[in-house]
């Protein structure tokens, strides 16, 4: 663990992309105070900024806490992350740098050698980040606000319905390593329509899965003998 604030806002982010901390999970500035080395001042800070960024809720004299996930929020989640993630996408070819697609070959490195060791939180880290890169590329500033939220759910869910024994599972992540390597091609290529097809591809992988643990096939009943 990393002391100071940078320690603080680095992990507070991985536990809630990891569900380490769990949705509506209350935190603490006496405890962050203590744990990082900090005084309250800087704490509220950094929770301020997570509260911005979609991490957090300050709710007035009620502390703050992880941002909750319901049915609402999965709902709204599904109904507009393929039109986000298609925006994002088609902006990404237009106003990518040599910098930031550097960048999203290394973030890829990482999470096809976390797939690699099953590390699921390394996956989550890694597969957020290539896809917080290409709202970078996308350049705008309401995508971008729009793009980070859908993907601190998306994290989030995805980190609950993995199952690394499972072989649909492994198939998946197999599946999504090379949409990634097929990403980088098409942006660097400035093939738009390609990228906006992976799109759909790559989000279709999730949809399906996650779609299958929010609304699983119901159990048999027992026969009655």
């Known amino acids: 663990m990393k ?10 982010k991985r536990q809630i992309l990891t569900m380490e901390l769990g949705p509506d999970e209350m935190l603490d500035e006496v405890t962050l105070s203590e744990r990082y080395g900090l005084s309250r001042t800087p ?3 950094i929770l301020r900024r997570l509260d911005g960024e979609g991490y957090l809720e300050i709710r007035e004299n009620r502390g703050t806490r992880v941002s909750p996930m319901n049915y609402t929020t999965v709902r709204n ?9 298609a925006a ?38 890694e597969n957020n980040r290539f896809h917080e890169i290409m709202a970078e590329m996308a350049d705008n500033p309401y995508l971008m606000a729009s793009m980070n939220r859908l993907l601190i759910d998306h994290a989030r869910i995805a980190h609950t319905v993995f199952r690394p024994r499972d072989a649909d599972m492994q198939w998946r992540l197999e599946q999504s390593a090379d949409h990634h390597d097929a990403f980088i091609v098409a942006i660097a290529e400035h093939n738009e329509e ?25 159990l048999k009943a027992d026969t009655l003998t």
């Open 77 to 85: 989640f599904f109904l507009v992350a393929p039109m986000i993630y």
């Open 3 to 12: 002391t100071g604030k940078n320690g603080l806002y680095g992990d507070l």
């Open 88 to 125: 994002v996408g088609r902006l990404a070819v237009q106003n990518f740098t040599e910098a930031q697609l550097n960048d999203l070959k290394e973030t890829q490195r990482r999470f096809r050698k976390a797939a690699d060791e099953k590390n699921p939180m390394n996956m989550v880290i």
């Open 194 to 218: 390609r990228v906006v097809d992976l799109v759909f591809e790559h989000w279709e992988l999730s949809r399906e899965k996650m779609q299958m643990f929010v609304v699983p096939q119901g």
């Open 43 to 45: 704490v509220r800070e």
